[in-house]
């Protein structure tokens, strides 16, 4: 069985000039240890579809099609399941990465949060965990810049980040 199994998955958006197709039909697989890359000009629905397996598509979306994580339909799950999954089982690195962190948190913080969330350890080992994962994306002095704010950072330096943040 596929880890990702999307299939003929649609998304509809409602914007101010009417519904919009996002995506259209689109179908995959991704079995556990693969990747798979999505290409496409600027407003294909890259984004969407990766929004669509995150559940972070907005309320008045309509979704047709199936997807699938581990056998389980990533469509229509209410937010606790999600809770769940997202951040611990499924995550996502966003091409822009100030979009994904968040200015007045340490970056120290917003690695080590889903730490403690999702594996149950104390804040002295997240810490210990991040800088760990801080080292491993090429961040220069991890245990010092644990306390370093987003924008204290290069642009490189903060998509490295999110990586590390995705790892964790």
Aim: aromatic share 4%; hydrophobic share 40%.
């Amino acid at each position: 069985m596929a880890l990702i199994d999307v299939s003929n998955l649609s998304i509809q958006l409602q914007t101010h000039r009417g519904p919009a197709k996002a995506v259209r039909n689109i179908s995959f697989q991704i079995d556990r240890g693969q990747a798979l890359g999505l290409i496409g000009e600027s407003g294909c629905g890259k984004s969407i579809t990766a929004m669509a397996l995150m559940g972070l598509l907005p309320e008045s979306a309509q979704v047709s099609g199936s997807a699938l994580f581990d056998g389980h339909s990533l469509v229509g799950q209410p937010d606790r399941w999600w809770r769940t999954v997202r951040g611990n089982r499924i995550g996502m690195i966003f091409q822009e990465p100030m979009t994904a962190l968040n200015p007045v948190q340490t970056i120290g913080h917003q690695i080590s949060e889903p730490l403690r969330l999702h594996k149950g350890i104390s804040a002295r080992q997240a810490r210990n965990d991040a800088i760990a994962l801080l080292d491993r994306v090429g961040i220069a002095q991890p245990a010092q810049r644990y306390d370093a704010y987003p924008h204290q950072f290069s642009g490189g330096q903060r998509q490295r980040i999110t990586i590390a943040m995705a790892l964790a």
